[in-house]
């Protein structure tokens, strides 16, 4: 359910795990773009050919959450530490929702965080408090130089072997990922849709 007072315009699938076909709701925002199905299965399959489908050790953080759907996959493929931001509280709000329920079927889920507020605040906290993560969801709202401003605090919360999940509207300008290569950064997937552009990074070495 979505939470009180807000509409929605439909809703995406969990695609596998504990909660397998769970339906999230898609709230009425003009900056929420959920990632479709298809993307999201692509992505997932990607993380478990390199993973050997294991989540649970795992330290993900999805910057731009709007859904939950990326952060909320990783929990019911057994990912528990999962930090979810979005500045949009009643993406939070339905986020928190479905961790709620989740939480009365498995409790190990209460450990999953979810923050509304600044993704480039809360970034930056991170890096100064020597945060590091496993994997870092970028899908920000597109057109609005959200991936620029982003990519820089998303190095310092990475070691090596980290991966980066960047997924930015089709003919989007290419600067950007492409110096990713000189700040260490490998691309090992990729794939387009009508609309997007969507990759998978590995950091090679986390002191470049």
């Not at 769970?22 to 999201?40: E, I, N």
């Not at 530490?81 to 190990?108: R, Y």
Request: proline share 5%; hydrophobic share 40%; glycine share 8%.
């Amino acid at each position: 359910m979505p939470p009180k007072n807000q509409s929605t315009t439909g809703h995406i699938r969990i695609i596998a795990g504990q909660w397998r076909r769970h339906q999230l709701p898609v709230l009425t925002h003009a900056g929420l773009r959920p990632s479709s199905d298809r993307v999201r299965e692509t992505v997932f399959n990607w993380l478990n050919h390199l993973w050997g489908g294991q989540f649970a050790d795992k330290h993900i953080i999805d910057v731009f959450a709007g859904t939950g759907a990326f952060g909320l996959e990783c929990i019911s493929r057994g990912a528990r530490a999962v930090t979810l931001i979005d500045a949009h509280p009643p993406a939070i709000a339905a986020i928190t929702q479905t961790l709620a329920h989740w939480g009365k079927q498995d409790a190990s889920v209460t450990s999953a965080q979810t923050i509304a507020d600044d993704a480039l605040k809360i970034l930056h906290g991170y890096a100064q408090a020597g945060h590091s993560f496993d994997l870092v969801f970028l899908d920000p709202p597109f057109g609005k130089g959200w991936l620029d401003k982003t990519l820089p605090l998303v190095s310092p919360l990475c070691h090596t072997d980290s991966l980066l999940y960047v997924e930015v509207e089709k003919g989007a300008n290419s600067d950007t990922l492409g110096a990713l290569t000189q700040q260490g950064w490998e691309r090992l997937r990729e794939g387009t849709t009508q609309q997007v552009y969507y990759s998978l990074w590995r950091r090679l070495n986390a002191s470049t």
